[in-house]
T-cell receptor
Framework: KAGVTQTPRYLIKTRGQQVTLSCSPI?????VSWYQQTPGQGLQFLFE???????NKGNFPGRFSGRQFSNSRSEMNVSTLELGDSALYLC??????????????FGNGTRLTVT | ELKVEQNPLFLSMQEGKNYTIYCNYS?????LYWYRQDPGKSLESLFV?????AVKQEGRLMASLDTKARLSTLHITAAVHDLSATYFC????????????FGKGTKLSVKP
């Protein structure tokens, strides 16, 4: 079974630009979550999607947005990039609520550098 | 507000020694996770702990959960160099399936 796939692996952008990151969950998983990891703030929750609906959102500005498609693939978008947005962005997927004993499965991440 | 605290944040061990990483959390949660992260890599799931008194073991690692004390421990037995990594505990925020609150991580270095 293929794992969580994130593309691209690396991105370099300039301040003020926007960026779109993509995540394909494990086949059959309908829940997708996004996290930002930085040395200073650690791992922080961005948002969670289930069946194309955003269920939870973390404490990030409106420049951060996401969506989920009918095939459970998800994208996140960051507009008007700032230097502080440089981070590793991780996507995680999980099954439905009956898979109580299962962990969130993380992808390899997208390393975003803003210059 | 749900907060997760890990200690220590840095741990330098000699091979063959035992040690414990502690994870305290501030409010009730259904699930507690332990993950491992190698430098430049993603998060690898180690354990999912659901109920009070739960204990799980994999190789030299053993995790336990005390929901009354809101405390989980990750015990390392007879450490080897391959265990060098950063270990995170995370607690599931209520009402969600994918909203994990992470501790700051414990960077473990095992020296020969």
């Amino acid at each position: 079974k293929a794992g969580v796939t994130q593309t691209p692996r690396y991105l370099i952008k300039t301040r003020g630009q926007q960026v779109t990151l993509s995540c394909s969950p494990i086949s059959g998983h309908r829940s997708v979550s996004w996290y930002q990891q930085t040395p200073g703030q650690g791992l922080q929750f961005l948002f969670e999607y289930f069946s194309e609906t955003q269920r939870n959102k973390g404490n990030f500005p409106g420049r951060f947005s996401g969506r989920q498609f009918s095939n459970s693939r998800s994208e996140m978008n960051v507009s008007t990039l700032e230097l502080g947005d440089s981070a590793l962005y991780l996507c995680a997927s999980s099954g439905d609520l009956s898979s109580y004993n299962s962990p969130l499965h993380f992808g390899n991440g997208t390393r975003l550098t803003v210059t | 507000e749900l907060k997760v605290e890990q200690n220590p944040l840095f741990l330098s061990m000699q091979e063959g020694k035992n040690y414990t990483i502690y994870c305290n959390y501030s409010t009730t949660s259904d699930r507690l996770y332990w993950y491992r992260q190698d430098p430049g890599k993603s998060l690898e799931s180690l354990f999912v702990l659901l109920s009070n008194g739960a204990v799980k073991q994999e190789g030299r690692l053993m995790a336990s959960l005390d929901t009354k004390a809101r405390l989980s421990t990750l015990h390392i037995t007879a450490a080897v160099h391959d265990l060098s990594a950063t270990y995170f505990c995370a607690v599931l925020k209520g009402g969600s399936q994918g909203n994990l609150i992470f501790g700051k991580g414990t960077k473990l270095s095992v020296k020969p």
